[in-house]
């Protein structure tokens, strides 16, 4: 039904930067928020930046990490800049939506992105 499909991780040095993107395709009859959360090895996945009401970032990513949004292309981005080895992961873009007017709003996950950052 709703399919997101993630792109940009990669290999990037400590201080250095990338640009996840995501794209959702299908039956989406409206979009109640976009965002990236982010799972290391060994941890619980965790938020890392929403696009909502309001954008929401976590502390750990504030000054450095920016997510935005093109509504006409039903795309969230994440600019990560200035990337520290703690934050390796595996980046999950996710959709929060419903398929009809008035319909249940269901969270939808992408396939998942790895950062690593690393000399």
């Known amino acids: 039904q709703v399919q997101l499909l993630e792109s940009g991780g990669g290999l990037v040095q400590p201080g250095g930067s990338l640009k996840l993107s995501c794209a959702a395709s299908?039956?989406?009859?409206?979009?109640?928020?976009m965002g990236w959360y982010r799972q290391a090895p060994g941890k619980q996945r965790e938020l890392v930046a929403t696009?909502?009401?309001?954008?929401t970032y976590a502390d750990s990513v504030k000054g450095r990490f920016t997510v935005s949004r093109d509504n006409a292309k039903n795309t969230v981005y994440l600019q990560m800049n200035g990337l520290k080895p703690e934050d390796t992961a595996i980046y999950y873009c996710?959709?929060?939506?419903?398929?009809?007017?008035?319909?249940?709003?269901?969270?939808?996950w992408g396939q998942g992105a790895q950062v690593t950052v690393s000399s």
């Open positions: 696009i909502a009401s309001v954008v």
């Open positions: 996710n959709l929060d939506g419903s398929l009809r007017s008035s319909g249940p709003t269901y969270r939808y």
């Open positions: 299908g039956s989406i009859f409206s979009i109640n928020a």
